[in-house]
């Protein structure tokens, strides 16, 4: 599963090999950064809601902005790709599931299953369960708050947690999970348990001795807001068939939000590749150039696009090339790093 895809001619095996070693510094770097700053903006919320100081509205919407950094580290560390270190792998990936409800093996299980099956409409976990919902641009408004809001996502992840706590049968798994292999079931249900059980001590030890902890606990539905608004780039409206460069999306972003989501932002280039680790990603990206097809000029930009769809319906003309301001799809293919 970590053999690179040969998406393009453009890019050698010694670049490859070179974009595929694994360094430490570049995780520590982020992970020096949004440690801190998460539990500083939870102690700081709980320490003002207790004193019934406002403040705390901004201190959670921060907590919840440095929350949801712990998404792209489950992900790299998913791919264990984010240190040279195993342990180190390990270590963050148990902690960013935590966070993000889940259980280690389960995002690894979900997440591989979706590299192999992008946009499939049976076997993609991310679109399988409810491809009505998730396929294809809003239909009205109420509709893309429903998937831009993430809320689906925080629950989702939480009753899959719950899930495969309590499945025991074989064929149990195999309805409710078919994308889990059978050697990962036990493992997945008891790190499952063991993430219930953490989560009810946090919960119960917080609301009983740390005052203003249930205002901390705002940070989650805030943060998947900006999960949601955040990977719904990644694959909505595009291909169902051909390379994963044709059925994934890269959003244009700024340094901060590429440094703290960990590269995410060029995301068709780590579906092509997914063995380079997320330090070579803006290298991969410049090298395959014209190849990347779909480049969103930018979040805001995807989401006016999307909203247009929701509240007007398809453009009059669908083959027409939308302009940069409303998607840049088809806009001259400048990389996230030019802006």
Not at 111 to 121: A, C, G, I, V
Request: contains cysteine; glycine residues 8%.
């Amino acid at each position: 599963m970590e053999a690179e895809q040969s998406e393009s001619a453009r890019v050698s095996k010694q670049e490859l090999q070179r974009w595929m070693t694994r360094r430490d510094a570049p995780a520590w770097a982020r992970v020096a950064v949004q440690v801190p700053l998460f539990l500083g903006s939870a102690v700081a919320t709980a320490w003002l809601a207790a004193r019934g100081h406002p403040a705390w509205m901004g201190t959670v919407l921060l907590c919840g902005v440095f929350l949801v950094t712990f998404f792209p580290s489950l992900h790299e560390t998913g791919h264990r790709t984010a240190f040279r270190s195993s342990l180190l792998n390990e270590g963050l990936v148990w902690l960013s599931a935590f966070l993000m409800l889940q259980a280690p093996s389960f995002f690894r299980e979900f997440h591989w299953q979706h590299h192999r099956s992008t946009q499939s409409l049976e076997h993609d976990p991310e679109i399988a369960g409810a491809p009505g919902f998730l396929v294809g641009w809003p239909r009205n408004l109420g509709h893309y708050l429903a998937r831009a809001s993430g809320q689906a996502l925080l629950v989702g992840k939480a009753l899959f947690t719950l899930a495969s706590a309590v499945l025991f049968t074989p064929a149990q798994w195999q309805k409710v999970f078919p994308f889990i292999r059978a050697n990962q079931r036990r493992r997945i249900q008891w790190e499952s348990r063991l993430v219930i059980v953490l989560w009810c001590a946090l919960l119960l030890g917080g609301s009983r001795f740390v005052p203003g902890f249930g205002h901390v606990l705002l940070a989650w539905p805030i943060a998947h807001v900006l999960l949601g608004l955040f990977v719904m780039t990644e694959h909505t409206a595009l291909p169902m068939e051909g390379s994963q460069l044709q059925r994934t999306r890269t959003t244009r972003s700024n340094a901060l939000v590429r440094f703290l989501m960990w590269n995410m932002p060029y995301h068709a280039e780590h579906h092509a590749y997914p063995a380079v680790a997320f330090h070579g990603l803006p290298e991969l990206h410049r090298a395959l150039g014209p190849d990347v097809e779909h480049v969103s000029s930018g979040y805001l930009a995807f989401h006016l696009l999307a909203l247009r769809h929701a509240l007007f319906g398809p453009p009059a003309e669908a083959g027409t090339p939308q302009p940069m301001g409303f998607g840049g799809e088809n806009a001259p293919q400048r990389g996230p790093q030019d802006r």
